[in-house]
């Protein structure tokens, strides 16, 4: 019996968005799309949460590096600046979500 291939395993990447205002999350999907064009994360990812100052992003877990190195890298969303910051990396959205609650659908980062 042949061996069953094996299906994508994913990495879920907590971050921090701080900058001067919660950005929508389209804006800020757009700003990434920008930055990840022409790497190997290009249209390899999802932000399955995203909050306004927080997000979990999901990658498969060979684009895990570069994903991070993308996500510090990004210095502007819509050309206001801002910091990108990486808290955890899982192989669960679960772990994230439990960890981060307190930042899931919070008042503050409600976007309108």
């Known amino acids: 019996m042949p061996a069953k291939g094996r299906d994508v395993r994913w990495r879920y990447i907590a971050f921090s968005v701080d900058g001067p205002r919660a950005f929508p999350r389209n804006d800020f999907l757009g700003a990434l799309l920008h930055k990840s064009r022409g790497t190997a994360l290009q249209d390899n990812f999802r932000i399955t949460v995203y909050e306004g100052t927080f997000g979990?992003?999901?990658?498969?877990?060979?684009?895990?590096?570069?994903a991070v190195e993308i996500l510090s890298t990004l210095d502007s969303v819509r050309g206001e600046p801002c910091r990108v910051t990486t808290?955890?990396?899982?192989?669960?959205?679960?772990?994230?979500?439990?960890?981060y609650r307190s930042l899931i659908q919070s008042p503050d980062n409600i976007v309108e």
């Not at 979990?56 to 570069?66: C, N, S, T, Y």
């Not at 808290?87 to 960890?99: A, D, M």
Request: charged share 40%; hydrophobic share 30%; net charge positive.
């Open 56 to 66: 979990i992003l999901k990658v498969p877990h060979r684009f895990k590096e570069e």
């Open 87 to 99: 808290l955890k990396t899982s192989g669960t959205i679960k772990t994230l979500k439990t960890k």
